[in-house]
C-alpha cells in the first residue's frame, strides 16, 4: 500500500497571497519506518533533550515564531528546513513527491483547496494505475492529511470523486476517505508540509532555492513531470518547471 501524506501551504482566504498550494508525498508502507527515523535524527540533533517536542513546520521555522525556532538564527532556521528536504532528496527512488500550486485569481468562482485537492486525487490514483502497469503490481492508496477546517469538507469530496469519479476519470485505487491526524506526531505529515513550503516559496516569491533540491523528486515518466502542477491562466508563457515539462501551462 501506499500512503499520501498531504499538507497546504498559504491560504485560500488571504487576498494578500496569489497562491495556495497543496503538498503531498507518496510513500510506499515499507518505507515510512526509515524517513521516520531520519526526521527524529534531526530533531535529537535541534533539541537533544527532548526531540518529540520538534516540530517541522516551515512557515514556523522560516519565520522563527514558536520554540525552539524562536532560539535560533536565520542561517540555522533555514538548514533546518533544508535538512528536511535533503532526507527527501535523497529517499529511495519508491518515494515521490507531488504538488499543485493554484494561482487564486485564475479561478475567481471556484475553491482553490477544491481544485487542488481533485487534482490530488486523481493524479494518485494515475501514479498506481503506472505501477500496476509498469511492474504488475496491484498497489492501493491511503491520503493522510493534516486536520484543518476542510476536514469535513474534503472527505466529502473524496467520496464524490470515488464514486462519481473527478473531471479526469473515475478514482479506483484509492481505498477509503482520507485520515486526518495531528501534524505534530506525523513526521511524514510535517514532510509534506515542506514540499508545499518549497512549491508555495517558488511560485509566491519566486524563491527556487527550496524547490530545486527536491526538483528530482516530484513524480515524472518519460521526461514529463507529472507530480508538479502549475494551474493559472494569466501567463501562457510560463517557464517554471510544470509548465516546461509540459510544453504548454495546464488549464484547470
Known amino acids: 500500500m501506499y500512503l499520501l501524506y498531504l499538507d497546504d501551504s498559504g491560504s485560500a482566504q488571504n487576498q494578500n497571497e496569489e497562491y495556495l498550494v497543496l503538498g503531498w508525498i507518496a510513500v510506499f508502507e515499507r518505507q515510512i519506518h526509515f524517513i521516520n527515523q531520519e526526521i527524529d535524527d534531526l530533531a535529537a540533533s ?26 535560533m538564527g536565520k542561517e540555522d532556521r533555514r538548514r533546518s528546513i533544508r535538512g528536511i528536504l535533503e532526507i527527501l532528496a535523497r529517499s529511495h527512488d519508491s518515494v515521490r ?5 493554484v494561482h487564486k485569481k485564475s479561478f475567481p468562482n ?9 487534482d490530488i486525487c486523481s493524479r494518485f490514483d494515475r501514479l498506481l494505475k503506472r505501477i500496476y502497469t509498469t511492474q504488475q503490481e496491484q498497489q492501493r492508496g491511503l491520503i493522510i492529511l493534516d486536520k484543518s477546517s476542510y476536514e469535513t469538507s474534503l ?50 516569491s519566486g524563491d527556487t532555492s527550496y524547490l530545486d533540491p527536491i526538483i528530482h523528486k516530484f513524480d515524472a515518466e518519460d521526461g514529463r513531470i507529472h507530480g508538479l502542477v502549475h494551474k493559472q491562466h494569466y501567463n501562457p508563457n510560463c517557464m517554471c518547471p510544470a509548465c516546461m515539462s509540459r510544453g504548454l501551462t495546464e488549464q484547470g
Not at 471556484?110 to 481533485?118: G, L, Q
Not at 481505498?175 to 508545499?196: G, T
Request: proline share 8%; net charge neutral; glycine share 4%.
Open 46 to 71: 535541534i533539541h537533544p533533550p527532548d526531540p518529540s517536542i520538534v516540530e517541522f513546520h516551515a512557515s514556523s521555522i522560516f519565520a522563527g515564531r514558536t520554540f525552539p525556532w524562536s532560539n
Open 97 to 101: 513527491a507531488f504538488a499543485c500550486a
Open 155 to 204: 472527505q466529502k469530496l473524496a467520496g464524490e470523486f470515488k464514486t462519481l469519479g473527478t473531471r479526469w476519470g473515475t478514482i479506483r485505487n484509492i481505498v477509503d476517505v482520507p485520515m486526518f491526524v495531528d501534524s505534530k506526531p506525523s513526521r511524514l505529515v510535517q514532510l509534506a508540509d515542506h514540499v508545499a513550503y518549497a512549491v508555495y516559496r517558488r511560485y509566491e
Open 110 to 118: 471556484r475553491d482553490p483547496m477544491y481544485e487542488a485537492f481533485e
